[in-house]
């Protein structure tokens, strides 16, 4: 039949071979994993077969610790998220829709910005006591200026078409930047969210590791300092399944509040 | 030429009145926490210009430009060939979703245990960390070459290498940079951790060593350091991008006149 059919050009594989293939693919990651360990190419003592490492996932999983550290890991993202919103959404609303004020803080902004946050983990030391606020710091600091910039392009490209109109429409301020601004800004919003809620998730794990706030990355350090190996790589791919089911959560959100906008509805038809 | 002040102007105001600020609040302050801008510039040059520079402050930038330089080719190479065969993509996606997703810091112990402590260990982890947005970006840009494009190479005979080099390199070019973009963030904060978690020398393990001995004011021209590292790699980056693709701003120049 495939003769007659039509090629079916750029589209690629349906979508049954792409999940059959996809699960080949990790079969055969884990596959090649189990191989590597158990034949030594790698000392198992250091790299523990991929079945050991899933086994100590599973059983991870039935302790409260482990989900208990997993809940604490997530609310340093959720609040360092929260902040970096709260403070990165207004601001740069009001930068980017005053021209003045754009330009006097791009070059402060182009300073700050590159600043990798996880140099600001010492001050975070010394000038905090609590760890969740020495993570906050840091998330803060790496999340808000992922939104920020998104915000203000977003902002810069509101369509001058649209601002005229309701300001001839007799518009106020606040109703202009609730009605037109930010609608027209929130493709851009959530970009940035969802850019800054990778990097809130590295840094929330980062501090962790470093500091020693207590999470997941926590219970890394002390999994590979107690001679866990095992457990230490099971929750080495715990993050990662945080990171995919965090990921997965923004991105469906992006899809919701974007039912009504061009580049979601193009993709549906 | 009178534009070019005002710019210099705008471009100067706001950190020239920061900077006053500081030095008129912290000029009574004995804090030892809050540094004295000019005491902090003596202590960037005295703490850094010497022989940190290069027991400290090269060595980590020769790690970051290894692990990062080596993650885009990886990234781009393993992108183009996953990207032009979609069963390979169908294949490889889930695997590589889920490696993009683990937050790289994690694959510090985890490399400290397989590779042992040494300076590849921090490379390696810096190209385990950064190779990802490089890679999908790849991908990604691969895939949504203009199919009209695919078809006049193919209508005009351009096969194999030549497609890729003038055909497929330059169309992904731009969604390709974004994914660097992505990755030099986290080549730097990789180097800093690692250097932090193992390490006996490097900027991330100065400073850690300063804090620890509460050697604030140090710590801070370190914070500086690293600061100024993130700017330098964005701005040879802008730089890099501007060249490698003028045609396209060019074109979204156009496309904005019109």
């Known amino acids: 039949m495939g003769r007659t059919m039509p090629r079916p050009g750029n589209g690629g594989p349906p979508l049954l071979r792409r999940a059959l293939l996809g699960t080949a693919g990790v079969l055969t990651f884990l596959g090649a994993w189990e191989v590597t360990s158990r034949t030594g190419i790698v000392d198992p003592a250091y790299l523990p077969a991929a079945s050991e490492v899933l086994a100590a996932l599973v059983s991870n999983a039935t302790l409260t610790g482990f989900w208990e550290a997993a809940g604490r890991t997530v609310t340093s993202w959720a609040l360092g998220m929260l902040l970096a919103l709260l403070l990165a959404v207004p601001l740069a609303t009001v930068v980017g829709l005053w021209p003045f004020l754009q330009r006097t803080t791009r070059s402060t902004v182009e300073f700050l910005r590159p600043i990798p946050s996880v140099g600001l983990i010492p001050l975070a030391v010394l000038l905090l006591a609590e760890p969740l606020q020495q993570s906050l710091l840091i998330i803060t600091y790496g999340a808000f200026w992922q939104v920020f910039v998104q915000v203000l392009y977003g902002v810069a490209d509101v369509d001058p078409v649209a601002t005229s109109t309701a300001r001839s429409y007799g518009f106020t301020g606040w109703q202009r930047v609730r009605d037109v601004v930010l609608p027209s800004a929130l493709p851009f919003l959530l970009t940035g969210i969802r850019l800054a809620s990778a990097v809130a998730l590295i840094l929330a794990v980062t501090a962790e590791l470093v500091i020693g706030t207590p999470g997941l990355g926590n219970q890394i350090a002390l999994a590979k300092d107690a001679g866990l190996y095992a457990s230490t790589y099971a929750l080495a791919l715990a993050t990662g399944l945080l990171g995919v089911v965090i990921n997965a959560g923004v991105r469906a959100a992006e899809r919701r509040l974007l039912s009504w906008h061009q580049s979601v509805r193009g993709d549906a038809s | ?258």
């Open chain 2, 1 to 258: 030429m009178k534009r070019s002040l005002v710019s210099l102007a705008y471009a100067l105001g706001l950190p020239v009145v920061l900077v006053t600020v500081w030095w008129l609040a912290t000029r009574d302050a004995t804090s030892i926490f809050v540094p004295r801008p000019t005491e902090l510039v003596a202590e960037l040059v005295g703490t850094w210009a010497g022989e940190r520079l290069f027991t400290d402050v090269l060595p980590s930038l020769a790690r970051f430009a290894a692990g990062t330089g080596a993650a885009i080719v990886l990234g781009i190479l393993v992108g183009l060939v996953t990207g032009l065969n979609s069963g390979l993509r169908a294949f490889c996606e889930p695997v590589f979703e889920f490696f993009r997703a683990i937050p790289p810091p994690v694959l510090i112990p985890v490399f400290g245990l397989v590779i042992g402590v040494s300076d590849s260990m921090k490379v390696a982890v810096i190209v385990a960390g950064a190779v990802w947005p490089v890679l999908l970006n790849t991908v990604e840009g691969v895939r949504a070459v203009d199919a009209v494009q695919t078809e006049t190479s193919r209508a005009y005979g351009i096969h194999g290498f030549n497609r890729v080099r003038y055909q497929i390199l330059p169309a992904a070019a731009p969604q390709i940079l974004a994914g660097v973009r992505q990755a030099l963030p986290i080549g730097i904060v990789l180097m800093v951790i690692s250097e932090m978690f193992f390490s006996s020398s490097g900027l991330g393990f100065s400073i850690i060593q300063f804090q620890r001995r509460f050697a604030v004011p140090e710590m801070w021209s370190g914070i500086l350091v690293l600061g100024l590292v993130g700017i330098a790699v964005s701005i040879v980056f802008t730089m890099v991008e501007r060249r490698v693709l003028h045609w396209y701003h060019g074109l979204k120049e156009l496309d904005n006149a019109s």
